[in-house]
């Protein structure tokens, strides 16, 4: 039984802001796995092999399946040890860098014209400019360039549809300038970062210079991600889980963003 009781707009227990905020929202940044998902030229590829499918003998309907991967292919992470000897392996990877605040720098417009474009320092100077606030300290930095919109078309993502060591040269796409990855963790704390791209160090790159540079401070990498266009600049949450392969250099990766957290 319900009592009514008469109440004055100050008597109001739910704050108006509170009332008025936004549903959180999730959104998944992962591609899914399989014989579309592209893998790095040199990498072995997803393969998933049926163990069983279709009603038994017993009455029970049954599926299974095996399957088999690269660590570095599809929507993956990197683990410091991937390009750095002392560097944490997948397991060891805290879940306090994999979880928690992060931005979006959208660099999309010269990148989608550049498929050599290199971000730099000037990229994250503009996005504090824009943003009035410099990277927040712990964050998950996410690189936007709009090249999972060719994905898995590998002649427009990756550059090249051969595969192989010879076509590694081949490879062009938008990657994180070796310059601006030194500025990132000389001057500011980040917890891990992404782009959507095959790789934080551009196609064209010889050394992977960005990669041993954060992965030296055990920063972790997401590559391939997909969706970035659907985040703002800040304001939201990251849950990216690798599969904990214990010893690994990186592992399959599910990230979702939590909007309006
Ligand atoms: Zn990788």
Redesign the pocket.
């Known amino acids: 039984m319900y009592s009514c009781v008469e109440k004055t707009p100050s008597q109001d227990p739910v704050p108006s802001t509170q009332k008025e905020a936004k549903a959180s929202t999730l959104v998944d940044l992962s591609h899914d796995y399989s014989a579309e998902t592209i893998y790095?030229v040199t990498a072995k590829e997803f393969q998933l092999d049926t163990v069983f499918q279709g009603d038994t003998d017993k009455g029970f309907y049954y599926a299974a399946n095996n399957f088999s991967t690269a660590e570095?292919g599809g929507t993956?992470i990197?683990a410091p040890i991937?390009f750095a000897k002392n560097g944490q392996t997948v397991d060891e990877i805290p879940l306090e860098k994999l979880i928690g605040a992060a931005i979006k720098i959208d660099v999309s417009e010269k990148a989608f014209k550049n498929p050599d474009y290199l971000i730099n320092i000037q990229d994250f100077l503009d996005w504090e400019e824009k943003e009035n606030t410099q990277i927040p300290v712990g964050s998950i930095v996410l690189l936007q360039t709009n090249y999972s919109k060719y994905y898995p078309d590998k002649l427009k993502y990756l550059g090249t549809e051969e595969r192989g060591a010879d076509a590694i040269k081949l490879l062009h796409f938008p990657g994180l300038s070796p310059e601006a990855a030194k500025w990132l963790v000389a001057n500011r704390n980040i917890n891990a970062i992404g782009i959507d791209t095959p790789?934080i160090d551009y196609g064209q790159s010889e050394f992977f210079k960005s990669h041993v540079i954060l992965l030296s401070e055990n920063i972790p990498?997401f590559?391939n991600l997909t969706n970035l266009a659907q985040l703002p600049n800040q304001g939201f949450e990251i849950i990216a889980l690798p599969m904990k392969i214990k010893g690994g250099s990186?592992a399959p990766l599910r990230i979702v963003a939590v909007l309006n957290p």
Request: cysteine-free; aromatic content about 12%.
């Open positions: 790095w570095h993956h990197d991937h790789s990498v590559e990186g």
